[in-house]
């Protein structure tokens, strides 16, 4: 349960350095010589987290098994990409799968902007990122949770859009995919209805090659595939803050 989620307090005391240690910006040097006259509480402060050479920006919420994760990896090399999950057994498969890949793939250095995190999206996900941190955020096939009682469950919600717009930097993009009609209508009237998002035009989403990743590379998309089911694609845009 929560309790036993690990999350920082604000977004700068986040230690990214174990999800991308490719990236982490060698302050060895700062360490080794601390000012002089630097007062000995400061000496024996605790470290700051390693710090990486860049941000993450792209989420994919509720990720599963990493099949988007690990597709979109290659296609976006220069940016680092998170898939959050809740399930400790499926964060572990996810870490060991992106481990296994970067091996396979040392020469080439593939996936090595690919991580994986344990967390619950729907309480902490403004405590990993900062207002406007990210550009992209998937929302893939999530658990419909089809009775009534059980919407405020769901992972698009009035309140949890207002989350979503917070990371999101304007012209971010969210993706949602789902097979539920009823749950596609739901998300769709959620965002449309928020105040800090529109929907994208059919054309833009077809054009948009993440769009595709999403449709055949995510697991629940392969299952789908195979029982023959639709797949309702909605994409929304971050806009711009009003100015007051
Ligand atoms: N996105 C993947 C795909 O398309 O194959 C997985 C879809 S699966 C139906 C939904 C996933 O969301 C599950 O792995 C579930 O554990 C995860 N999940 C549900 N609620 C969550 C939450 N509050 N925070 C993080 N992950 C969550």
Known sequence: SDHQLIYPPHPDQMDWSSLYPDYVVDEAQDQQTPAPEAPPDQLSAPLKPKRISKDVEVADIGCGFGGLLVALGPTMPDKLILGLEIRYSVT?????????????????????????????????????????????????????????????????????????????????????????????????????AHPSFERVSEEEQEADPCVEIMRTETEEGKKVERHKGQKHVALFRRLEDPAW
């Not at 020469?107 to 992209?136: D, H, I, W």
């Not at 207002?162 to 009237?189: C, K, N």
Request: proline share 5%; glycine share 4%; charged share 25%.
């Open 92 to 192: 572990q498969y996810v870490e060991d799968r992106i481990k296994a890949l970067r091996l396979q793939n040392q020469e080439a250095k593939l996936y090595r902007n690919v991580g994986v995190l344990r967390a619950n999206t729907m309480k902490f996900l403004p405590n990993f990122f900062r207002k406007g941190q990210l550009s992209k955020v998937f929302i893939c096939f999530p658990d419909p949770h089809f009775k009534a009682r059980k919407h405020k469950q769901r992972i698009v919600s009035t309140t949890l859009n207002s989350e979503y717009a917070y990371v999101l930097r304007p012209g971010g993009i969210v993706y949602t995919i789902t097979d539920v009609p009823d749950l596609h209508e739901w998300m769709v009237q959620h965002f449309e």
